[in-house]
């Protein structure tokens, strides 16, 4: 579990944060995605033919960040290893997907896993 300081708590009720993994060549690759805070642990949803998930097999070092759009100076940014679990009964993109007012179902194909992956780490804020 990663300790949210209360000043910054409503940031992880935000639309969408900032996955940052890192790629064969070291090289970040950056990309917006849809996450969930259920108030123990800050995760999201994704499939394993999505570069970010290979990145975070090989390496599973992220940044996460959270920016609040009223004051772009104000930000969250969770540093650490990401947990990968496969999500074979749909159980946490059913959580995700009711915080988005979306069916999650459809996204699914049958040639790939669906994965929670979690962001235990660093705290810092600003």
């Given amino acids: 579990m990663t300790d949210f300081p209360e000043s910054h708590r409503d940031l992880l009720d935000a639309q969408v944060g900032m996955l940052s993994t890192v790629g064969r060549t070291g090289?970040?690759?950056?990309?917006?995605?849809?996450f969930l805070y259920d108030g123990g642990e800050l995760g999201t949803w994704l499939?394993?033919?999505r570069q970010k998930v290979k990145n975070l097999?090989?390496?599973?070092?992220?940044?996460?960040f959270i920016l609040d759009l009223a004051n772009p100076q104000r930000y969250l940014v969770v540093r650490g290893r990401a947990e990968l679990t496969p999500d074979t009964d749909f159980a946490y993109g059913?959580?995700?997907g009711k915080k988005y007012g979306a069916d999650l179902r459809g996204m699914l194909r049958e040639d790939?896993?669906?994965y929670k992956i979690t962001f235990p780490g660093r705290v810092s804020v600003r």
């Fill in 27 to 34: 090289i970040p690759q950056t990309t917006a995605i849809w």
């Fill in 47 to 49: 499939s394993d033919a």
């Fill in 57 to 64: 097999f090989e390496r599973p070092e992220f940044s996460f």
């Fill in 94 to 96: 059913e959580k995700v």
């Fill in 112 to 114: 790939e896993t669906r």
